[in-house]
């Protein structure tokens, strides 16, 4: 009986997080499934695969919270109500524009394919004083530091194509993002191998073959143990 309890407690530890999600969430998506929702002031919004998000609609404010995953949006103007998506601590306003914002394992990232939008966030004020126009992405960390770049606007949500690009990205960060189409876990073996950089267009519709091709351009290896389970090595 004292086992079984424990056994019932340390369940509900582990899927507290994803109960919380799942009782928020207006919009949600599985493994290896996205979603196009017209919310109701005409903006469309793009949930990627294994994501759920929070809409919240008053008089003044247009707000959707990124409870997980990732979502790309189409913003509809309106100069009384503004649009805000909020994931964790970091807000991002549109300005007129369609952006995409995915909340990673560390932290935040949102990236511009037309228009502009500000970033703000109490951790890390000061670097998000100049709003993004179309082709500039930014990183936030939990712990406060901040990444700025650009790229091709385009590159902001492409995995509604099926096809992940990704130019310069951490090993940690692909995998989580091809493990939202993967009915199983991929485990990067080491953080120093999760911390290698690699570019690349890979198949979400094809997970398996993904996490291969990550894994071989590195000169790593990726191990099939189980059908629910491939691990990535140096070796």
């Not at 949930?47 to 003044?60: C, K, R």
Request: hydrophobic share 45%.
């Amino acid at each position: 009986m004292a086992a079984a309890g424990l056994a019932v407690a340390c369940a509900v530890v582990v899927l507290q997080p994803a109960i919380d999600v799942w009782l928020r969430a207006d919009y949600s998506t599985g493994v290896a499934e996205t979603r196009e929702i017209r919310l109701a002031d005409g903006s469309i919004a793009f949930l990627g695969a294994d994501s759920a998000i929070e809409v919240v609609y008053d008089a003044s404010h247009r707000r959707v919270r990124l409870l997980s995953g990732q979502a790309y949006f189409e913003v509809q103007k309106d100069s009384v109500r503004p649009f805000h998506v909020e994931a964790g601590s970091v807000d991002t306003v549109d300005l007129g524009t369609a952006f995409d914002v995915r909340r990673r394992p560390d932290g935040v990232s949102v990236a511009v394919n037309e228009g502009s939008v500000a970033v703000t966030s109490p951790i890390a004020s000061q670097a998000l004083a100049t709003p993004l126009v179309a082709g500039d992405w930014v990183r936030v960390a939990w712990s406060g530091t901040v990444r700025r770049g650009n790229d091709a606007p385009e590159l902001a949500g492409g995995w509604r194509s099926g096809m992940l690009a990704v130019k310069d990205e951490a090993i940690t960060d692909v995998i989580d993002e091809i493990g939202r189409h993967y009915r199983g876990k991929i485990i990067v073996a080491s953080d120093e191998l999760g911390e290698k950089r690699v570019t690349g267009v890979y198949d979400l519709n094809k997970p398996i073959d993904a996490v291969h091709a990550v894994a071989q351009a590195l000169g790593a290896r990726a191990r099939q143990v189980s059908p629910w389970l491939i691990i990535v090595s140096g070796s």
